[in-house]
């Protein structure tokens, strides 16, 4: 474990800004919006943190996803060091990365051919040059408050750090690449029919998160991906679901199987690295089959499947497959925290709009239920951003952002659970 300090968070902050923009790697760890200094952290096992001076949290971001299992759980450990001791990384071939591919395809149906990448942004911005290559056309739809990452295409009108911290147009990006990019709220279908009637025959692809979690978790509305499903197969438009969040901790087989609609392509990240950088790009033969070298479609990276990563993700994504009963339990989860933190809030007099769907949640302090990027800008940051730091001072550590999903683990139990909605009934 690393040495315990006394150095101050607020000290190793002004530290870190010496070398760091803002201190942070990702803006979303800066506490840009709730204030105040960025928590160090040390260590971790299961479902608490521990900070540089040996304080505990529970956790409820789980490195934004990743660790749907806990953190430092045994075989993702025994595994990584039995790894370690073979080879890092060679930039070629090797079965761990066979291994892992053909799990996602036994949990995702639709996926007959995947490349693995190192990042969700990567994922994203593959799979869209992907369907421009094979539709030859260039346009494409995004929902209003969505993120894919951080490839040029994708930022506009995008929610995560974006909407925390209130950029609503990101210099460097040129206009042409905007004037591409067609934005539509999400939830709202007649939206999508109107756009792609406006633009018929240029339109590439839709991509968007079919659970949203960056604008917090919104479900979808009934029948709204279907509908798009529909306007995709009308009119030759590449389905791509982003679950770079969902995939593998909604269900096995992520939203596609929830809901029974099949994507074109389909992007993970996140849960199927189990916490090394990993992401990846799959789907139908006929599409995937227009990347390099089968196809023209370029894409490359030289830590691409890298075998500690593939076995962080293949120890992580075997515990789900092996135990469907998981996500049960990460429903059991959600349920009580979602059913307690709404009697919580009742019980302190204070309105909120709760989305819940498995172990994907968020609080809204909205007066109106929160189904779009409007509802959710809608809601009471400044409430949120209290109720965030009266939670922290009690040692439970949430995202800091009213617009990120909070992300549990089976690690977490009923007792943390309680003193979850125990510590919300001690807010004002
Ligand atoms: N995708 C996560 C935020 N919604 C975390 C990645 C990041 O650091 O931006």
Redesign the pocket.
Known sequence: MMPLTSTSHRALMERSMKSIPGGVN????AFGSVGGDPIFFASAQGATLVDVHGKEYIDLINS?GPMILGHNHTDVIDALREQLDRAVSFGAPTVQEIELAELVRAMVPSVDLIRMVSS?TEACMSALRLARGYTGKNKFIKMEGH?HGHADPFLVKAG??LATFGIQHVPGITEGTAQDTLVCPFNDISAVENMCDKHQGEIAAIILEPVA??MGCIPPAAGYLQAIRQICDDQDIVLIFDE?MTGFRLAAGGVQELASVTADLVTFGKVIGGGLPVGAFGGKREIMSHIAPLGQVYQAGTLSGNPLAMTAGHVTLSHLHEHPEYYARLEHTGKRLAEGLQQAFDHIGITVAINQLGSMISVHFSEVPVTDFSSASGSDISTFNRYFHHMLEHGIYLPPSAY?SWFLSLSLTDEHIDHIIHTTKKFS
Request: proline residues 8%; without cysteine; charged residues 15%.
């Open positions: 990702s803006p979303v760890r934004w969700g993120y995560s750090g979690g960056n770079v990120e």
